[in-house]
């Protein structure tokens, strides 16, 4: 069964740092995607990134960045000089593949609290 | 191209009494999932439709929930003789085939009860 697990309830910085959030999965596939969704306190859910297990390259995004590391499963998120507006739920996702019918699995999220 | 539209956006319901939610696809798209957030948790799939079937309604309640997604119109998630545990924002997704629906949820509906 897949199952997506994310550790910090809620994190809280001061502006400008750096915040990693953790995310660990479980799946019994080899084939698989893992998504980060952004839900700011105005409740809508915004796509951040999707990775397939075939691609284990980090990538940067701005001041995202993501870490996919298959050997521990876990696909971390680092923002980098974090702001107020980074102030958010994020979510950590699953899906064992894209095809029919496929489902996403999520974590219970991690709050974030950026203050200035 | 509007994205995926909900509505209503805030929904108070008493105890008893019923729910309806609409979810208008983005234009093209004829597949719909449901998600449901219950208070600080993550979202949990409910429902997948196309149009005029139910494909996998795995993570549905078996009791007082249903779903339909008509050849016209939007897709509805019913729920009869709500419960305060019913309570969540409940998130749409659409996409054009079977597998992409994962890049743009709906805005969600907030549903109280009383």
């Known amino acids: 069964a897949q199952k997506v697990t994310q550790a910090q309830t809620e994190i809280s910085v001061v502006e400008k740092e750096d915040v990693t959030l953790d995310c660990v999965y479980e799946?019994?596939?080899?084939?698989?995607?893992l998504f980060w969704y952004k839900q700011p306190p105005s409740g809508e859910l915004v796509f951040l990134i999707r990775?397939?297990?075939?691609?284990?390259q980090n990538e940067i995004s701005g001041r995202y960045s993501w870490n996919f590391q298959k050997s521990t499963s876990s696909f971390n998120f680092t923002i980098t000089a974090s702001q107020v507006v980074d102030s958010a739920v994020y979510f950590c996702a699953l899906s064992e593949n894209l095809e029919y019918g496929n489902k996403l699995v999520f974590g219970a999220g991690t709050i974030l609290r950026v203050k200035s | 191209n509007a994205g995926v539209m909900q509505n209503p956006r805030h929904l108070v319901r008493r105890r008893g009494q019923e729910a309806r939610l609409r979810c208008s696809p983005m234009?093209?798209?004829?597949?719909v999932y449901w998600y449901r957030q219950l208070p600080e948790e993550g979202l949990k799939f409910m429902v997948y439709l196309q149009k005029e079937n139910i494909i996998d309604e795995s993570g549905m309640p078996k009791e007082r929930f249903s779903a339909e997604f008509p050849k016209e119109g939007p897709s509805i998630l019913r729920i009869q003789q709500v419960v305060r545990g019913d309570s969540a924002a409940y998130f749409c997704?659409?996409?054009?085939?079977?597998?992409?629906?994962?890049?743009?949820f709906g805005p969600g509906t907030r549903l109280t009860v009383l």
């Open positions: 234009k093209g798209h004829s597949h």
């Open positions: 997704a659409s996409s054009r085939d079977s597998g992409a629906h994962f890049r743009l």
């Open positions: 799946t019994r596939d080899t084939t698989y995607y």
């Open positions: 990775r397939n297990s075939f691609d284990e």
